[in-house]
Each structure stands twice: as C-alpha cells, then as structure tokens.
C-alpha cells in the first residue's frame, strides 16, 4: 500500500501552491479532517493549512451525512482559509472548490470526471467524491474548511454501506497503479490556487469551467428544499453559483446551495 509521505506531497506541489501553504499535516486517523480544521480555526490557525487523514472514523456528509474513508483506501483532504471577504461574496466556493477537484482528477487521467450541482464529483452518474465546506468567525475575518473525499481503491465488503451510486479511481482506471502522493498533490495544489484565485475573482470568473463539468445542465432534476420539492429542467448556474431551473411555465428561478438536494430524474 501506497501511504501518504508529507516530504513527496510537498516536493510535487506547484510554486504557487506551496506560497500559499503554510502547514500540511498528514494523520494516520482523525474522525474528521473537517472537524479537526473547524477546531484550528476557532484556535486561531492561519489561512492556508492542510490536512489530510488515511482515515477518518467519522467523516462527514452535507447536512450530518456519514462520508466513508476507509484506511488508505480513499483520498481525505481539508484546508482551511481565512477571507476578509463578506460572507456573501463567498457563494459559489463550494462549486469552485468542485472545479479544482474535477481539473486534478482530469489532469490524473479520469477523463469523465463531472460536477453534479453542488458539490458531488461524479463519473458516469456515480459518485467518486464529496465535497463539504464549512464556516465560522465573523464578517471581514471569515474563515471556511473545505473538505474533499475522494475513492481510491474502497473494499467492497465496507462500501456496502454506501446507499447510492459510487465508482473509485481503481475501477475508473483499470489496471493502472494510482500514486495518491501525486494525486494529492494536485489535488492541494488545485484548491489552494483556486481559493487564491476565488479570493480576487469570486465565482464569475469560473463559471465558463463549471459549465464544462456540469453533469445536469439540460435534465429534468428535483430539487429537495427544506420544506418542498421543486421539479424543472436544469439550465446551469448563475455568476453566483446559484442553480438555475426552469419550471413548468417557463419562469427560470436561481436556487443557492446550502441545503438543497439535487436528484437527476429519470
Ligand atoms: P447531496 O446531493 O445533497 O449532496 P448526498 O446524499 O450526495 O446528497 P453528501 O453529504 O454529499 O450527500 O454525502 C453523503 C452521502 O454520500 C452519504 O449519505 C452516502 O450516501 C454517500 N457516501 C458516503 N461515503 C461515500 C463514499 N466514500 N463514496 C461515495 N458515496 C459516499
């Protein structure tokens, strides 16, 4: 088995990536990646430390979801990072945060790597990845933990437990060995740049690329609300990330993230 090495991760980061670093830790377990950032950053960690976790034994889903991370089998990455933005100029992070992982597993060969609205990484419809992104602090010193989990080589006799569609590289890329220490590298090197880039651009500046990714531009989707459910056909995103979706009369409507659920109908 491949482990995770700091040293090999840090020298396969990009020049930019590793300006932006200013820690990378690599743990054998945590329960969460994304606990563990969210417990820095109330300890007043700085912007741009990483964290990565051959296992997690609680790892998280949107909305108090469990997300499976097998010992070593999976890639388990969070960052933290601080922005003197407003809040509400920080819609459409977790999208962005889907195209840096989309661009890191395309550039390792994964050549239908896609982005179902708003942050699933999907290949042929089946989910190779999560994302979960968290914040805190306060307006002007905000700070957000973006949590990425990707499959690598998940044991079939534990990933029963997944109770919808899910692929991992070892299946995608049949017969050729997976290095997680580059894969991750790009991977960190891919969200730190993007962040940097977010932090002047925001969101605009990257829907060209969502769209490229979109799995669900064009279908027939339900969008599971709080407190309803709302059928239309999806018609992309807006400058903010938001989902646009055209109902039955033809009005189109931006739905933010947050704590939709989006299901592709049949
Ligand atoms: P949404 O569409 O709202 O994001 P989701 O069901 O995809 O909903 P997430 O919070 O993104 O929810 O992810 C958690 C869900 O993902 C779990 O409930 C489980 O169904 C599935 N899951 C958990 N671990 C894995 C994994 N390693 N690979 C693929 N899917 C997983």
């Not at 830790?25 to 820095?40: F, K, Q």
């Not at 962005?96 to 390792?108: C, F, S, W």
């Not at 500046?205 to 059928?231: C, I, M, Y």
Request: proline content about 3%; hydrophobic content about 45%; some cysteine.
């Amino acid at each position: 088995m491949d482990l995770l090495d700091r040293d090999c991760i840090l020298a396969e980061l990009t020049e930019a990536a590793r300006a932006a670093l200013h820690r990378l830790e690599v743990h054998p377990i945590l329960d969460s990646t994304n606990r563990y950032l969210m417990a820095g950053a109330q300890a007043e960690w700085p912007s741009g430390v990483v964290c990565l976790a051959e296992q997690q034994t609680a790892g998280r889903g949107r909305q108090g979801r469990s997300w499976l991370t097998p010992f070593g089998a999976s890639l388990a990455c969070s960052l933290l990072w601080r922005f003197a933005l407003h809040p509400a100029a920080l819609s459409g992070l977790s999208l962005a945060t889907g195209i840096a992982v989309a661009r890191a597993l395309q550039n390792a060969g994964v050549a239908e790597v896609g982005l179902k609205w708003p942050n699933d990484v999907w290949w042929r419809e089946r989910k190779l990845g999560g994302i979960l992104l968290e914040s805190g602090g306060a307006s002007g010193d905000f700070y957000v933990v973006a949590g990425i989990g990707v499959n690598v080589s998940l044991p079939r006799q534990e990933a029963a437990i997944i109770d919808q569609p899910w692929v991992d590289l070892q299946e995608i890329l049949v017969g050729e060995s997976i290095a997680r220490n580059s894969l991750v590298a790009r991977l960190i090197s891919e969200l730190l740049e993007t962040f940097l880039h977010f932090a002047q651009g925001g969101f605009a500046d990257l829907a060209a690329e969502w769209a490229r990714f979109d799995q669900v531009k064009g279908r027939r989707v339900s969008l599971h609300l709080p407190n309803a459910t709302v059928v239309g056909i999806a018609r992309g995103v807006d400058a903010t990330g938001a989902l646009l979706l055209e109902t039955a009369d033809g009005e189109i409507k931006p739905y933010i993230g947050g704590e939709i659920s989006l299901r592709v109908e049949a």
